[in-house]
Structures are given as C-alpha cells and as structure tokens.
C-alpha cells in the first residue's frame, strides 16, 4: 500500500501570515509544513508538501499523485472556485482525497463560498485553520486503513 500523500497548497498561501491575517491568521505556511509533516511521521505517512501559484503546475502535480498512487491533501485555494482542469485532474485521484480550507468558506462571502473541488472529495475540511492539515493528514491514514481493512 502506498502511504504518500501529498499535500497541495494554492495560489497565494505563500504569504500566510502576512495575507489578510483577519482572515488567514498570522500562521505562515512554513509552520504548517512542519506541523503537517510531524503529524504525517507520526502516523507512518510520506508527505509531500508542496505550494504553487499556478493552474497548470497543479495540475501536474496532481498527474504526478496519480500516477504514483499517493493520496492527495489539497488546499486549492483560489482555485477552488473556477478551475476545470484542477478540478478534472482531482478526478484522476484513486487514493484518498481530502480538501482543506483554512477559513469556513461557507460563511464567506459569494465568490468565496462554493468550492467545485468538494464534488469528487472524499471529505472536506474548513475553517480550523493551521489545525486543519494535521486533521486532514490523520483523515487520510483513516481513510488507507478502511481501504486496507474492508
């Protein structure tokens, strides 16, 4: 059983901490790698944490999941809401699939409340934010196991 996962980071997460902290909190995504990857060797998981600010190199990389098996934790971000090719190479995925979101989209505002992603997620978190990866990581160990162990 392959126990990557790889973890998605979209346009703009870069500047946690300093983006619209209201919002985001002052937590940057340097922490959250380090929060995400301990909590990955915790439970025996690869992790490959990744951020982009481009469609395509999402894409990619979501190509490259695939082919490998791994599972995928994917923050889109602003992708979220338009991409049809994030969104169809989210399909390719086999292994668990998790979206995470570090605010409650539901209770932002229009452009930001419906994420096209969730469709073909198989859970998705928001509004925890930092905490929400180590959730998503231990979401995906859960999901390998149920799929080891019918």
Known sequence: MNRTV???NGPNLNLLGRRE?????????TDIQ????ATAAQ??????????????????????????????????????FHSIPVLDALKLIEAPLVE?????????DELHRHSIMSTVANA???GLGAQGYPLAI???AGLLEANTNP
């Open 6 to 8: 790889f973890v998605l």
């Open 43 to 80: 439970l025996d998981l690869r992790c490959d944490f990744r951020q982009t600010n481009h469609e395509g190199v999402m894409v990619d990389w979501l190509q490259e999941a695939f082919e490998q098996g791994a599972a995928v934790v994917i923050n889109p971000a602003g992708l979220s």
């Open 124 to 126: 998705v978190i928001c």
């Open 21 to 29: 902290p209201h919002i985001y909190g002052h937590t940057t995504l």
């Open 100 to 108: 995470l979101h570090l605010s409650n989209i539901h209770a932002r």
């Open 138 to 140: 231990r979401a995906v």
């Open 34 to 37: 380090r929060l995400t990857e």
